[in-house]
C-alpha cells in the first residue's frame, strides 16, 4: 500500500460509479490510481531499470465504457519529471489532459497529478504511455481500452474473452542513456530485442538465451477471443502473427474495420488493432505468437528483434516446437505492405460508439479548405545538434504551453509560421506551430524523405487514411485516394522513400500535437502543433478554461503553489477516510 490505499481507492471508484448510474443520468466516473516507479526487471535476461505502474511492467490496462468520465490519479516516483500521454483520446474542449509538453507542464518528481477527462463518444484499444525523457523506452505504459455500452451492438459475435498484448522493440540500455547518446548526436542503432507483454521471447532455438522469462495467453480450444495488440516499442514496426491461427481483423485505433482475415499483420509504433481469433486447431502442442522486426536491413543480427509468446490451449498436448511461422515473403516487393495498409477499411455499416454507422461522415465529398505537406528527412546537424524536421523546422518546447500563454495573454512563447510545405531554405530549430482554421477540412501529405519506415500521429483527432504509395505525391495522386470507405485512426505508417495522405475535420479546439511516434525522432524535434481556436466565439469558449489543477511552469512558474506530499502521514489518513467513505456508499448501494 505505497499510495494512499490504492485498493481502497479503486473501489471508492466503483461504487461511485454505481451510485452515480442509480442517482442521475450524468455519465459515470472510472477512477484510477497509477503509480510510477523504477524497478529492476530482465526481460532479455539482462537486469536492468524499468519503469513499473503500480510495480508492474507493463501498468495495469484502464479499461472503462464509451462517455465515461475517467479520473487517474497519477503519482510520480521516479527521480525525473513525467508527462502521461493518450494517443487516440480524442479529449474534447481543448487540450488540457494530453499530457504533451507544448500544452501541459510536466509532473515533477515525487509529485501527483490527476488528470480528468471524458471518453466521448469513442470505443476501441489504446494505451498510456509517458510523452517526454525518453521514458517510452523503459516502459511505464499499459493498455487503455473503452468497451461499447450495452445499447450499441459489436458487429461481431460477443468474443469469448478480451486479451490485451504489448509488443514493442527493446534496449537493454538505460532510457537516461539512450537519450544522452541521442544528445550527444549518436543515432540509436539496433533494438536488443522484442519484447511481448514485457517479456522476452520463449527459447524457441539455440539463438535465444537460457532463462528469459516468456509471455502465455491461456485459450480454450473452439473459443474466439478479441486480441488487442499494440506496438508500444521505440521505432521499430513488427509483424505480429500466431502460429496456425488466422487474424480476423475487427477494429483499428477505434474504428470496426470491414472483417478481413490475415496470416500476420505489420504493426508500426503506436498502432493498435482488434483482432477476432477462432481457436480452431487441434492442440497437438502449444502456439508460437510472434512479433518480429520488419523493413530492416537483411543483416541477420536483426533476428534478435523478434518476441515470442506462446499460445496454450488448455487441451494442448505439448509444448511448441519447431521453427517460427514465416514472415510476409515479400523480398523486394514493396507494394505488398502498401497494399496491406490499404486493404484495411472502415465497415461504414458498423456502428462505433453511437447508433449510427461510423461510415455516415461522407468526408469523399467534403472539399479540402486547406493542404499541408509534411517532409521529413534523415536526421541533420543544426547548431551543432542532431536533430529531426518537418519541412525544415526542428520543433522547440515552448517554456510555457501554449494553451497557458493563450489564457494568460503571454505573448511570444510560440509562434504560428509553420510553413504550409516544404521550405527551401536551411534548417531550423524553432515553436513555430500551424495556425489551423476550425472546422476546416484538411488534406495532410506525409512525406518520408527518411530511410526510415515512420509512424505520423495526431492527438485529439482521428484522420482518414485516403492514399498511401512509394515515389513522389503529386496533385494527380489524388486520383488515387480512397473516397468511400477509408479507415479513420489516429496513427499511419509513411514508407520511406513514399507518402501517405490523409483527411481530417478539424473540429476539436485545441492545441494538438502531430508527431513521428518513432521515439529517437520524435525526441530530436520531428513534431509540431496545430492551434486550433473557434475564432468566432470571442470567449473562446468552446476550450474549457484551465483545470484548478493545472500545473504552471516557464513564465508562469510563479503561480504554481509547491505540492506538499508526506506519502507515510498521508497514505494512513486517506485510507481511514476512504474506509469510512467505503462504507458509506455500500449502505447507500444496498438501500437502492
Ligand atoms: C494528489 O493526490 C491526492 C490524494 O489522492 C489528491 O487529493 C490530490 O488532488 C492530488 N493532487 C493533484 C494535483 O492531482
Ligand atoms: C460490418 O458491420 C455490420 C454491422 O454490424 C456487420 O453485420 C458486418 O458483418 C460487418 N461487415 C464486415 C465486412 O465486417
Ligand atoms: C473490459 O471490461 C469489459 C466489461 O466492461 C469486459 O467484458 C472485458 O473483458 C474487459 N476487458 C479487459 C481486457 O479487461
Ligand atoms: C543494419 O542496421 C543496423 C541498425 O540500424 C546497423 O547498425 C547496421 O550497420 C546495418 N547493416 C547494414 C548491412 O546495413
Ligand atoms: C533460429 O530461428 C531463426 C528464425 O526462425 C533462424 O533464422 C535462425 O537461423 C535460427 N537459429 C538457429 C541457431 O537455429
Ligand atoms: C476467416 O478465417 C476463418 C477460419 O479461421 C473462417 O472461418 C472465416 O470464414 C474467415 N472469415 C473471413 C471474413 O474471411
Ligand atoms: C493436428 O494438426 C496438425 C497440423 O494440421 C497435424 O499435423 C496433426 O497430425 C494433427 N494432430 C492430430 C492429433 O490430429
Ligand atoms: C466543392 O467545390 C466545388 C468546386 O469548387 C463546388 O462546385 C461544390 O459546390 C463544392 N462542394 C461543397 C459541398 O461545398
Ligand atoms: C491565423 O489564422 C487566422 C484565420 O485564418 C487569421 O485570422 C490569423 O491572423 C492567423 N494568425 C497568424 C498569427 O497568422
Ligand atoms: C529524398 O529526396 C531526394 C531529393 O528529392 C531524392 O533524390 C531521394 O530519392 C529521396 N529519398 C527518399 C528515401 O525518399
Not at 110 to 118: A, D, E, I, V
Not at 127 to 151: C, D, E, L, M
Not at 416 to 423: A, E, G, K, R, V
Request: with cysteine; proline share 6%; aromatic share 12%.
Amino acid at each position: 500500500m505505497s499510495f494512499f490505499g490504492l485498493h481502497f481507492y479503486c473501489f471508492v471508484g466503483i461504487c461511485l460509479m454505481m451510485f452515480c448510474g442509480f442517482c442521475s443520468g450524468a455519465d459515470p466516473f472510472a477512477h484510477f490510481d497509477l503509480e510510477f516507479s523504477y524497478v529492476t526487471a530482465s526481460p532479455l535476461g539482462v537486469p536492468q531499470q524499468v519503469i513499473a505502474v503500480n510495480r508492474n511492467f507493463p501498468g495495469p490496462t484502464l479499461n472503462v465504457t464509451t462517455n465515461y468520465n475517467v479520473v487517474v490519479n497519477v503519482k510520480n516516483n521516479l527521480d525525473e519529471s513525467l508527462l502521461l500521454t493518450w494517443p487516440g483520446i480524442e479529449m474534447r474542449r481543448g487540450s488540457w489532459q494530453d499530457g504533451v509538453l507544448g500544452t501541459n507542464c510536466p509532473i515533477p518528481a515525487h509529485w501527483n497529478w490527476t488528470y480528468q477527462f471524458q471518453v466521448k463518444d469513442q470505443i476501441g484499444s489504446y494505451y498510456y504511455v509517458p510523452s517526454i525523457n525518453f521514458q517510452r523506452a523503459a516502459g511505464g505504459f499499459g493498455g487503455f481500452i473503452i468497451t461499447n455500452r450495452k445499447v450499441i451492438p459489436l458487429p461481431f459475435n460477443t468474443p469469448d474473452g478480451d486479451i490485451v498484448i504489448t509488443i514493442g522493440d527493446w534496449y537493454t540500455q538505460d532510457h537516461k542513456d539512450l537519450r544522452a547518446s541521442l544528445d550527444a548526436g549518436k543515432e540509436l542503432g539496433m533494438p536488443d530485442g522484442a519484447l511481448i507483454n514485457g517479456k522476452g521471447p520463449f527459447k524457441y532455438n539455440s539463438s535465444v538465451p537460457d532463462g528469459i522469462e516468456h509471455e502465455t495467453i491461456n485459450v480454450d480450444p473452439g473459443k474466439t477471443y478479441r486480441i488487442r495488440v499494440i506496438n508500444v516499442g521505440v521505432s521499430t514496426c513488427l509483424n505480429f502473427r500466431i502460429q496456425s491461427h488466422n487474424l480476423l481483423l475487427a477494429e483499428a485505433e477505434g474504428h470496426y474495420t470491414s472483417q478481413q482475415n490475415y496470416s500476420s499483420l505489420d504493426i508500426h509504433v503506436g498502432q493498435s488493432y482488434s483482432f477476432l481469433v477462432t481457436m480452431d486447431q487441434n492442440a497437438s502442442s502449444d502456439y508460437y505468437i510472434v512479433a518480429s522486426a520488419r523493413f530492416v536491413n537483411q543483416s541477420a543480427e536483426w533476428q534478435r528483434v523478434t518476441g515470442v509468446a506462446i499460445l496454450h490451449y488448455s487441451n494442448s498436448k505439448g509444448r511448441a516446437s519447431g521453427p517460427l511461422p514465416d514472415p510476409p515473403n515479400d523480398g523486394n516487393d514493396n507494394s505488398f505492405a502498401v497494399n496491406q495498409a490499404m486493404s484495411i477499411r472502415m465497415n461504414n455499416t458498423a456502428s462505433g460508439a453511437r447508433p449510427n454507422p461510423q461510415g455516415s461522415f461522407r468526408y469523399g465529398s467534403i472539399n479540402v479548405t486547406d493542404v499541408y505537406v509534411l517532409r521529413n528527412v534523415p536526421p541533420i546537424t543544426i547548431d551543432g545538434k542532431l536533430r529531426a524536421t518537418y519541412n525544415g523546422i526542428s520543433f522547440m518546447n515552448p517554456n510555457t504551453p501554449v494553451g497557458l500563454a493563450d489564457n494568460y495573454k503571454l505573448k511570444g512563447s510560440y509562434k504560428l509560421d509553420f510553413p504550409n510545405t516544404p521550405m527551401n531554405r536551411p534548417p531550423t530549430m524553432d515553436r513555430s506551430l500551424i495556425n489551423a482554421t476550425y472546422k476546416g477540412f484538411v488534406e495532410i501529405v506525409l512525406e518520408n524523405n527518411d530511410t526510415v519506415v515512420q509512424s505520423f500521429h495526431m492527438d485529439g483527432y482521428s484522420f482518414f487514411v485516403v492514399g498511401m504509395a512509394y515515389g513522389e505525391w503529386t496533385e494527380n495522386s489524388r486520383g488515387s485516394y480512397n473516397r468511400w470507405d477509408a479507415i479513420a485512426r489516429s496513427t499511419t505508417q509513411v514508407f520511406p522513400g513514399g507518402w501517405t495522405a490523409i483527411l481530417v475535420y478539424l473540429d476539436n479546439v485545441g492545441v494538438w500535437n502531430l508527431r513521428t511516434v518513432n521515439l529517437d525522432r520524435w525526441y530530436l524535434g520531428q513534431e509540431t502543433y496545430m492551434r486550433i481556436i473557434d475564432a468566432e466565439d470571442d470567449d473562446q469558449k468552446a476550450e474549457d478554461a484551465p483545470p484548478d489543477n493545472v500545473l504552471f511552469c516557464g513564465a508562469l512558474a510563479h503561480f504554481q503553489k509547491p505540492q506538499r506530499f508526506s506519502s507515510a502521514s498521508l497514505s494512513i489518513q486517506e485510507s481511514l477516510k476512504l474506509n469510512v467513505m467505503i462504507m458509506v456508499f455500500a449502505v447507500i448501494y444496498m438501500m437502492l
